[in-house]
């Protein structure tokens, strides 16, 4: 088991004290992007800088908890969360610079799935006292002292959030499928051809990055255990992940799918993701339980 780091009084404060405003912020922001998508259109710009200002709390955050724990914050449900969060807005704030009023809506969506991760972060240990997301500063493993580490699981963030992105856009094309225009909230979305396109961009996006995960898990695997693949279950998930993006790529790319297939693959894809984040940590075991 890893050992622990002594984290000095005022490192442990700052990093306690800018977590809690970097949550703060993104509940703040969610609000700020969600009454905007009922009508106050003119809060759109608002949300977004308050996004931008909660993004540099968020990073000032990781950067402290890198000083505490003398390593690059990956490891763990706690760490490798917060990266993801970290990821999901930045990839989101990059696609808002370069058409804003017309990605504003999807901010409602993405900063709500940022906000349940927190609850996740948050909440959940304490309601089922089973479950542990420790917070703790500790060494890493022999195992993980590698610069495959950085790689491989930068690579896992950054999919990881291209996914959810794409799962986002999915969920507000079936809202806007399912009202029809009948409401003020469903022609506050963007057009369908707009929602497909940011989904699309977006897996693409982020089976880029699953797909670098693969490779270079694959080779750290070898280095580490010699074999490049041990059908361990996380390896079986994020290969099903993999391939159900995969043929919602083909299917889009070169037979032109669009509509409810698509967003029903995207859909399937984000959830055969999450249980490779978190139902395989917590349902079965492997040789990826380092957290």
Same mark, same amino acid.
């Given at each position: 088991?890893?050992?622990?780091?002594? @984290?000095?009084?005022?490192?442990?404060? +700052?990093?306690?004290?800018? /977590? #809690? !405003? =970097?949550? &703060?912020?993104? $509940?703040?922001?969610?609000?700020?992007?969600?009454?905007?998508?009922?009508?106050?259109?003119?809060?759109?710009?608002?949300?977004?800088?308050?996004?931008?200002?909660?993004?540099?709390?968020?990073?000032?955050?990781?950067?402290?908890?890198?000083?505490?724990?003398?390593?690059?914050?990956?490891?763990?449900?706690?760490?490798?969360?917060?990266?993801?969060?970290?990821?999901?807005?930045?990839?989101?704030?990059?696609?808002?610079?370069?058409?804003?009023?017309?990605?504003?809506?999807?901010?409602?969506?993405?900063?709500?799935?940022?906000?349940?991760?927190?609850?996740?972060?948050?909440?959940?240990?304490?309601?089922?006292?089973?479950?542990?997301?420790?917070?703790?500063?500790?060494?890493?493993?022999?195992?993980?002292?590698?610069?495959?580490?950085? @790689?491989?699981?930068?690579?896992?963030? +950054?999919?990881?959030?291209? /996914? #959810? !992105? =794409?799962? &986002?856009?999915? $969920?507000?094309?079936?809202?806007?499928?399912?009202?029809?225009?009948?409401?003020?909230?469903?022609?506050?979305?963007?057009?369908?051809?707009?929602?497909?396109?940011?989904?699309?961009?977006?897996?693409?996006?982020?089976?880029?990055?699953?797909?670098?995960?693969?490779?270079?898990?694959?080779?750290?695997?070898?280095?580490?255990?010699?074999?490049?693949?041990?059908?361990?279950?996380?390896?079986?998930?994020?290969?099903?992940?993999?391939?159900?993006?995969?043929?919602?790529?083909?299917?889009?790319?070169?037979?032109?799918?669009?509509?409810?297939?698509?967003?029903?693959?995207?859909?399937?894809?984000?959830?055969?993701?999450?249980?490779?984040?978190?139902?395989?940590?917590?349902?079965?075991?492997?040789?990826?339980?380092?957290?």
């Amino acid at each position: 088991m890893a050992g622990m780091i002594e @984290v000095s009084p005022t490192g442990l404060f +700052l990093e306690n004290l800018l /977590f #809690t !405003l =970097a949550v &703060a912020g993104y $509940l703040a922001a969610t609000a700020g992007y969600l009454i905007f998508l009922f009508g106050k259109k003119s809060l759109g710009p608002s949300a977004s800088r308050l996004l931008h200002l909660d993004f540099s709390l968020h990073s000032a955050f990781l950067v402290t908890r890198t000083v505490n724990v003398r390593r690059v914050p990956f490891v763990g449900h706690f760490e490798f969360g917060n990266m993801f969060i970290w990821a999901c807005v930045f990839v989101y704030l990059w696609t808002e610079r370069r058409q804003k009023d017309k990605y504003y809506a999807v901010g409602a969506f993405v900063t709500s799935l940022v906000v349940l991760y927190i609850v996740y972060l948050t909440l959940v240990p304490k309601i089922f006292t089973r479950v542990t997301i420790s917070r703790a500063h500790t060494l890493l493993p022999p195992v993980l002292q590698s610069n495959w580490l950085k @790689v491989h699981v930068s690579a896992s963030v +950054l999919g990881y959030a291209g /996914f #959810t !992105l =794409a799962f &986002a856009v999915a $969920l507000m094309w079936l809202l806007k499928a399912r009202l029809r225009e009948k409401s003020a909230f469903a022609r506050a979305l963007p057009a369908f051809a707009v929602l497909e396109e940011y989904m699309y961009r977006a897996s693409v996006f982020g089976f880029l990055f699953q797909t670098v995960m693969i490779i270079t898990g694959a080779i750290w695997a070898d280095t580490s255990w010699g074999r490049f693949w041990g059908w361990d279950p996380k390896e079986m998930w994020s290969l099903i992940t993999w391939f159900v993006f995969a043929v919602y790529l083909h299917a889009r790319f070169t037979r032109g799918w669009s509509g409810f297939r698509t967003v029903a693959l995207v859909v399937a894809g984000w959830f055969a993701m999450l249980f490779t984040w978190v139902g395989v940590a917590w349902l079965l075991s492997g040789i990826h339980s380092f957290g």
